[in-house]
């Protein structure tokens, strides 16, 4: 990607109209463009991340057995009734519209229901079972408040995956399969370390759900995190009881604020009891399908992860998820240093390594305070100086002090 070719700008100032630490920083950095509270348009850079973050989630529910699908997100309100979820008592986030000849919509804010009611057409038989279908999708939710930034958008991108088995151990299996899935994903989101697996308050079918909390100043839950288990309780649940039945004591715990990064749910029938989802049993009975939700948030995700790395000088994306591996400042214009920054563009685009090429004709201390904002693991620049020394400098985000090196070198280092 050569910066002349991207439309997307910087800025210096931070966005009136902004509370979020990570929305001004993706704002300024030129990754989100705001329409209002709680809704962003991914400009170039954010849309890199954004899909960096969903092909990891995609990978590792592949890995599960997920099948990928995109619903709609326009919904007849009849599949909704079923469940009792219309009613803006028992759902109070929604977003309704209307046909032009009356018929009630609304913009799902998740998809029990409307998938529950798909599967009646490919579930039937025990041989059909289990099934995992997931998409990657625009929820759209009418938060009371928005103030998070990407962490709580009205319209935001969710991994929601379901599933669909035979019975409760077919389920269990399955959920804890899932659970291990995830912990993966934030291993590679780089946020592994500060997200903990968390007793939630479960359903008519479990005692428990589970959370995904990843710590953060700015989180809206408050969980205890048990740091030798690696596990935490929502505050939600946190009683003399759960204690015990978890076997943790109080004075091992300590309390936290985290954002809920995902969550697994055991639905257990709920959902088949009420769209009356049933397959034939080997022995020929009739069977409601046991179902679990799984969702995970790749935009609050992507807030969170801007938040929590960010320092003083813009962005530090984690190697995996950054728009760039590299951000290669070219200083002046000058023909022989332009002719070897375009070779080298080449050359390491062409050994895989992805290359933010800052090729714009402006001032040096505008390029190295861009490539801090934007926040790509190394910047490397060629100028005259390092022309005339045959050398490449080269720094990565976190570091202040530029490395000399040899091309080689350079290579080595940045395809490691
Ligand atoms: P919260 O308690 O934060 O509102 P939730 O329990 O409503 O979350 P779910 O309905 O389980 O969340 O959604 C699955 C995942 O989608 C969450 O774990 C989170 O990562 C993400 N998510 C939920 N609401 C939002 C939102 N308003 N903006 C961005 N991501 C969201
Ligand atoms: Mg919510």
């Not at 991914?42 to 990928?68: A, F, T």
């Not at 919904?75 to 028992?90: F, I, L, M, N, T």
């Not at 990657?136 to 995956?161: A, H, P, V």
């Not at 909390?213 to 935490?232: C, F, N, W």
């Amino acid at each position: 990607m050569r910066l002349t070719a991207l439309f997307t700008k910087t800025t210096k100032n931070v966005p009136a109209d902004e509370s979020s630490r990570n929305a001004q920083l993706l704002i300024q950095a030129g990754f989100v463009h705001k329409e209002m509270a709680g809704v962003y348009t991914y400009l170039p850079l954010g849309k890199r991340v954004l899909d960096n973050i969903i092909q990891i989630i995609r990978e590792e529910m592949n890995s599960v057995g997920g099948n990928e699908i995109s619903m709609t997100a326009l919904q007849h309100k009849d599949v909704w009734e079923a469940s009792g979820r219309w009613d803006d008592e028992v759902m109070d986030v929604w977003f309704k519209t209307k046909l032009a000849n009356g018929t009630e919509l609304g913009l799902a804010p998740t998809h029990e229901e409307p998938l529950t009611k798909l599967m009646k057409n490919y579930i039937s038989s025990y041989k059909d079972l289990p099934v995992y279908p997931y998409q990657f999708q625009i929820k759209f939710r009418n938060e009371l408040r928005s103030k998070s930034g990407l962490m709580r958008g009205r319209e935001f991108w969710m991994k929601d995956l379901y599933s669909f088995s035979k019975d409760r151990a077919e389920h269990d299996a399955f959920y804890e399969k899932i659970s291990e899935a995830y912990n993966r994903i934030y291993d590679r989101l780089g946020i592994g370390d500060i997200t903990y697996k968390t007793f939630a308050s479960g359903g008519s079918f479990s005692q428990y759900s589970h959370e995904f909390q990843t710590l953060s100043p700015v989180g809206e839950d408050k969980i205890y995190v048990h740091e030798g288990k690696r596990i935490a309780i929502n505050e939600e649940v946190y009683t003399d009881e759960v204690l015990a039945d978890l076997g943790v004591t109080k004075d091992e715990l300590v309390e936290k604020t985290a954002v809920e990064a995902g969550n697994i749910f055991t639905l257990g029938t709920k959902f088949s009891d009420a769209l009356d989802l049933t397959y034939t049993a080997e022995d020929g009975s009739l069977q409601k399908v046991f179902m679990g939700s799984y969702g995970i948030g790749p935009s609050r995700l992507m807030g969170l992860i801007a938040e929590h790395f960010a320092d003083d000088r813009g962005l530090v994306w984690p190697a995996n998820i950054a728009p760039a591996k590299v951000y290669l400042a070219r200083l002046g214009d000058d023909e022989a240093v332009v002719r070897a920054a375009d070779e080298l563009y080449e050359e390491l685009t062409n050994t895989g390594i992805s290359v933010l090429y800052d090729d714009r004709d402006v001032r040096p201390g505008e390029k190295f305070a861009d490539a801090d904002l934007i926040g790509t693991p190394y910047r490397v620049v060629i100028s005259a100086k390092t022309l005339a020394n045959n050398t490449y400098e080269v720094k990565h985000r976190t570091t202040q002090e530029p490395e000399q090196v040899d091309k080689q070198t350079l290579i080595k280092k940045l395809g490691a």
